[in-house]
């Protein structure tokens, strides 16, 4: 029973096209994001979602463009490829925050983009 | 703006001693919270321990506890009797309230336990 589960795991794919990665979480959350993990291991936030409604936008550029159709799902989508896209994808749930409460996000396996 | 800092790249342990990863933060928010994660050579991310601002005791998960120092602004994570399976990259996180349930990350700390 996969609490967070992301597909692709793996996508290999050349420059230039378009690739989208799909999230979706049965812990019944509200609130889902992405996360970029670069070749150095650093991990930084993308995108994230409350309801359906978008959140935090950090600064990525506009080829990337997350889709919530539910708020079980958190889809990336991402035109024109670069190499620099290269990175391990995650996405995570949680529940809304509340004041001082505790609202863990929970990971899903991660999806590893490599662009030729 | 929030900043994490892990200045331990590699940390060696004997199995079954403790070990100490540092993490130290910078806020001047009142209302944040700190958190570790695992993340294994398979790669998945493993939340394993939680300290709120607030809170007045140090956090504690089986092994795993967490020394927060309020006042030095830093929450090491200490690993009790290492196990071979400890073996992974662990990363410091933190969250100001103020900015909802965005986690900012430190570098990492990758902690390899010998036999």
């Known amino acids: 029973d996969t609490a967070v589960s992301q597909t692709p795991k793996y996508l290999v794919t050349q420059m230039g096209n378009d690739k989208s990665i799909k999230c979706e979480q049965n812990?019944?959350?509200?609130?889902m994001y992405w996360y970029k993990q670069d070749s150095k291991k650093f991990l930084k936030i993308m995108f994230s979602y409350n309801n359906k409604e978008l959140i935090i936008n950090e600064t990525v550029p506009n080829r990337f463009s997350p889709k919530s159709p539910d708020k079980a799902h958190l889809n990336l989508h991402i035109n024109s490829l670069e190499l620099g896209d290269s990175a391990v994808y995650f996405c995570a749930s949680s529940r809304a925050l509340s004041a001082g409460g505790l609202e863990t996000q929970y990971f899903g396996p991660g999806t590893r983009l490599l662009v030729l | 703006a929030q900043k994490i800092t892990q200045t331990q790249p590699g940390m060696f342990v004997q199995e079954k001693e403790a070990v100490t990863l540092d993490c130290t933060y910078d806020t001047s928010d009142p209302s944040y919270g700190l958190f570790w994660y695992k993340q294994p050579s398979s790669g998945e991310m493993i939340f394993l321990i939680y300290q709120g601002s607030y809170d007045q005791q140090n956090a504690t998960e089986g092994r795993y506890s967490l020394n927060f120092q309020k006042a030095r602004k830093s929450a090491n994570l200490v690993i009790s009797a290492s196990q071979l399976g400890d073996s992974a990259m662990y990363f410091c996180a933190m969250r100001l309230d103020k900015y909802g349930n965005k986690l900012v990350f430190g570098a990492g700390t990758i902690l390899r336990v010998k036999s």
């Open positions: 812990l019944g959350h509200d609130t």
